[in-house]
């Protein structure tokens, strides 16, 4: 009985752990969340999310980040790497489509 209440309690404590972390990233990273849902309702406007809306939110929010010091300034190669594996995960996702609303009138 004493093992099953000692792995309660580190399964309590691993758990309130996590989520403390958990919080602790989402309040640092949520002003560049509702920058990048901002710019991303912006794109969305014309119904769809192509390739090159993809890659330019992505590396909006790069940048951002950067800006707020959230993730280190890229060198040279870096940027290209990033900018290559970016296009790469853009090209392979599909495009969204969204349903416009009805326009009243």
């Known amino acids: 009985m004493n093992i099953d209440i000692a792995k309660f309690t580190a399964l309590s404590?691993?758990?309130g752990a996590i989520w403390l972390k958990l919080k602790s990233v989402y309040k640092e990273l949520s002003p560049l969340?509702?920058?990048f849902i901002q710019?991303?309702?912006e794109k969305a406007k014309d119904g769809i999310i192509n390739?090159?809306?993809r890659k330019d939110l992505a590396m909006s929010l790069i940048a951002e980040a950067q800006?707020?010091?959230k993730l280190r300034k890229f060198n040279l190669l870096?940027?290209?790497?990033v900018g290559k594996?970016?296009?790469w995960v853009a090209q392979r996702l599909p495009d969204f489509k969204f349903n416009k609303a009805p326009e009243n009138g």
Not at 78 to 81: F, N, S, V
């Open 85 to 87: 594996a970016v296009d």
């Open 78 to 81: 870096e940027r290209l790497i």
């Open 33 to 35: 969340i509702e920058n």
């Open 39 to 41: 710019e991303a309702e």
């Open 51 to 53: 390739k090159k809306d």
């Open 13 to 15: 404590a691993a758990i």
């Open 67 to 69: 800006k707020l010091g």
